[in-house]
């Protein structure tokens, strides 16, 4: 049989791997996602800029 010893020891390995695999996967993600997100916004904004330019020329035309 299992002594609690033996139980609590488990239980805070799994609650250390969690953590160490929590910290680990926040920093890989960080990074080459983060400036992957930030391209995609910048060029969705550019596109928004793009469209409210041409929607303001159209808008001027039928003026």
Do not use: K, Y
């Amino acid at each position: 049989m299992i002594s609690l010893r033996q139980h609590i020891f488990s239980l805070v390995a799994v609650f250390v791997a969690l953590a160490v695999g929590i910290a680990a996967g926040s920093t890989v993600v960080r990074g080459p996602l983060l400036d992957s997100l930030r391209a995609r916004l910048d060029s969705a904004e550019q596109n928004i800029e793009t469209e409210r330019a041409e929607n303001d020329l159209l808008a001027a035309e039928l003026a």
